[in-house]
């Protein structure tokens, strides 16, 4: 008894030693050096196409091998966590959310500069209002463009129909080139087709309102602006269709039960049609795109960076910036309905056919001007933050029936509140 | 092997209310002529039985007190989760005194526990009772109220969130077939906060049963057959046997449903789940913001980590004045 629990104690302390050396050697092996072999990428389902990744890997298999890894759940989250523990866990490339890039600029320090690897000789490829968003103000470059967001105004061709309205999208489009035409068009849509309406909710409306301007919420020179004309107007703009009662008001997840029957348009960008054909299969064929009421504006797209531990810079760029080529971007269209950040790619086939469920539209007809338009923009890395409170008030307004004046008043103290929080002045 | 150590002779001279039962009292007088050398080993010698014991404290150091200890250190900076932090003194908790969100979700917690604890123990104690008396099929009703807490908590909220859709809910439906119009049970703030007390009821009710029928099958039947000599009929029984009987168990219940109820996240984070267009949580008027999920969306979704410590460590006081509450309830019972 006595031996064998000695025995048995010994083997334990022997096994632990044994697992925490092998940790050791494991973490000890992989050194940092800069003209690593084995390289890692970071993406998360959907943001690059995965033919692609795999075809890169046997590309650049003679120069390095590059381990791709799909990461699910809150991939910021887990990205930041990663790059502040530092070592060799850091991935070599990394993907970068669109909406979550202004967050990482104040820690530029963590990424290359691309401009540094030569991404300045290959920047008048992409968009510069999307280059420009993943720029320092002393102007380091630590994204390298994937996608963007441009966004459009979905319709239901079959719906205008009935209400006895134009339904070729050039028509459709010049009747709602204003955000005013548009709630017209609803008004009168409504009272045709009884039991529908024109938006799922004015939080919407508020945000494409607010990304159709060149300034946000907080300026370049980190002082509030969110209490100012232009966003005063964007929220105008938003409460308009809930006191005309053509705001659907679904703030849950009914929008996907919603998105077939009761909705006759949807403001959204390029991706959101893949969102529309998954809620509403059985709606093919009848839904056609035209331009925003207002102009485009940009919601989403994403980056690809190299973080300061990247183990072979000059490798991995060339990876990304063959994984991003114009050509292979528009891939990225085709498998994964990721709409490229290089204009190049809009005159090419895969982007050029028609959309069946778009009832044979060529959508990038749209979409494609749409990208072009939009206008450069500044994001705080507070931006975020500091616009959540605007959004909870006008949900406030749908749920409770707030009145808009007193909704609009307590946003502003609280995205000040944020602000301060935040370190803006 | 020698006696082990806690019973050891070096042991017992601290035990204080005298002669203690039978098998623990000291052996005083040792037999005259042997000399009992005390066994005095030093902690080091221990070291096996320490390391045995080892792994719990090293994760619990690791992943609970390293992490609460830092979160208060954090308290007190600004910090973005990558950069430089900044000492900013009781700026966090300034800031935090004068947001009227972390009030409200301070309101909707207390709200949202009280919603869902106080039929949850009824109801546990009424089903735990019923099952009691059940003759047949025990361990299939045991198994089917059982059944909800080892649901993933995640498939249920999006179950519940279906259900209770605003406009295409089987709920709504229902309701519509008997004339009722549709009721916002997803986004007027009350009925937000009912609906996540419902969820958590049809959680923890299942837990709370299977424990407070154990307690009932350890009270003996003779008192129950004495009651019934004296006459006292079913509810009597009840609450004069059952129910004093059962009081520790309830307090400990209730303490349970505490720690749960105050710490409710998931439920309203899955019910109301942010997307790319409004990044709020907690739903419509943030009426399903409770205070964890206020401290997640500030620290996880604004990366204002120093902001977040300041709300968990605001909150644990709050606990620690429920707790205390909790404890004067229990102190007052025992005394008499």
């Known amino acids: 008894m006595d031996l064998s629990r000695r025995g048995f104690l010994q083997a334990a302390a022997l096994t632990a030693a044994a697992s925490g050396l092998t940790v050791a050697c494991g973490g000890s092996g992989s050194g940092g050096t800069k003209n690593g072999k084995n390289l890692t990428l970071w993406y998360w389902g959907g943001a690059l196409s995965d033919k692609v990744v795999a075809e890169a890997k046997t590309h650049f298999s003679s120069a390095v091998t590059l381990t791709a890894s799909s990461i699910g759940g809150d991939f910021k989250q887990k990205l930041t966590t990663t790059l502040a523990a530092g070592g060799s866990s850091v991935p070599d490339i990394t993907g970068i959310k669109g909406e979550d890039i202004a967050s990482f600029l104040p820690n530029a320090s963590r990424f290359l500069d691309l401009n540094d690897l030569g991404f300045k000789k290959l920047s008048s490829q992409y968009l510069g209002w999307k280059t420009k968003l993943a720029q320092t103000s002393d102007g380091k470059q630590i994204g390298f463009p994937i996608d963007i967001g441009p966004t459009a105004l979905f319709y239901r061709e079959d719906l205008f129909a009935k209400a006895g309205l134009p339904t070729d999208p050039a028509k459709v489009a010049a009747l709602a080139t204003t955000w005013e035409d548009y709630f017209t068009l609803g008004t009168e849509l409504k009272k045709k087709v009884s039991g529908t309406f024109l938006v799922n909710n004015i939080g919407s409306v508020f945000s494409m309102a607010v990304g159709q301007g060149t300034e946000r919420f907080i300026d370049k020179n980190n002082h509030f602006i969110g209490d100012q004309d232009h966003i005063r107007t964007a929220w105008t703009t938003a409460v308009r269709p809930y006191t005309l009662g053509l705001d659907a008001k679904i703030n849950d997840n009914s929008w996907n039960a919603a998105i077939g029957k009761s909705l006759t348009t949807e403001l959204g960008a390029a991706w959101h049609a893949l969102d529309i054909e998954q809620a509403a299969p059985a709606t093919k064929g009848k839904w056609r795109v035209c331009a925003m009421p207002g102009g485009p504006a940009n919601q989403g797209g994403s980056y690809l960076a190299l973080p300061k531990q990247c183990r072979n810079p000059e490798e991995a760029f060339k990876i990304i910036s063959w994984i991003l080529s114009p050509a292979n971007d528009a891939r990225g269209f085709t498998d994964a309905a990721i709409f490229p950040a290089a204009p190049a790619a809009y005159a090419m086939p895969a982007m050029t056919g028609p959309d069946a469920f778009f009832g044979g539209q060529k959508i990038i007809e749209v979409f494609g001007p749409a990208a072009k338009a939009i206008p450069d923009s500044y994001e705080a890395p507070a931006d975020a933050a500091v616009m959540a409170p605007y959004m909870t008030e006008l949900t406030n307004i749908e749920a409770k029936g707030k009145k808009p004046d007193d909704a609009w008043n307590d946003a502003v103290s609280q995205a000040k509140q944020i602000a301060r929080r935040q370190g803006v002045s | ?336």
Request: charged share 10%; glycine share 8%; proline share 7%.
């Open chain 2, 1 to 336: 092997m020698t006696s082990p150590p806690v019973t050891g002779p070096a042991a017992v001279p601290r035990h204080r209310g005298g002669p203690g039962p039978a098998r623990f009292r000291p052996r005083r007088a040792t037999p005259a002529g042997t000399t009992v050398r005390p066994r005095r080993r030093g902690p080091l010698s221990y070291w096996r039985q320490y390391l045995a014991i080892s792994p719990f404290y090293l994760i619990f150091a690791v992943f609970s007190f390293f992490p609460v200890f830092y979160s208060l250190y954090l308290a007190f900076q600004r910090w973005d989760g990558l950069g430089d932090m900044q000492f900013v003194g009781l700026q966090q908790f300034t800031f935090l005194w004068d947001d009227p969100v972390f009030w409200l979700s301070i309101r909707n917690t207390l709200v949202i526990w009280v919603l869902s604890t106080v039929p949850t123990l009824f109801g546990a104690l009424a089903l735990a009772t019923l099952l009691h008396s059940v003759r047949r099929f025990k361990g299939f009703y045991r198994i089917a109220l059982y059944l909800p807490n080892v649901t993933s908590i995640v498939a249920v909220a999006i179950f519940f969130g279906a259900v209770f859709s605003n406009n295409f809910g089987l709920v709504n439906a229902i309701l519509g077939t008997v004339g009722i119009s549709p009721v916002p049970w997803l986004s007027n703030p009350w009925l937000i906060k009912v609906v996540i007390s419902l969820l958590m009821t049809w959680m923890w009710t299942g837990y709370n049963m299977i424990i407070y029928l154990a307690g009932l099958q350890a009270i003996p039947t003779s008192i129950y057959e004495a009651a019934k000599v004296d006459g006292a009929g079913p509810v009597r029984t009840f609450f004069q046997i059952t129910v004093p009987i059962m009081r520790p168990i309830i307090l400990f219940t209730v303490i349970i449903s505490t720690i749960n109820g105050l710490q409710s996240f998931s439920e309203p984070q899955v019910l109301f789940a942010s997307n790319a267009a409004n990044a709020n949580l907690g739903g419509p008027g943030q009426a399903g913001l409770t205070t964890l999920l206020y401290f997640y969306q500030s620290a996880f979704l604004n990366n204002d980590y120093g902001y977040g410590a300041a709300i968990v460590w605001a909150f644990f006081l709050l606990i620690i004045v429920l707790v205390a509450v909790n404890w004067r309830i229990t102190q007052r019972g025992r005394k008499p």
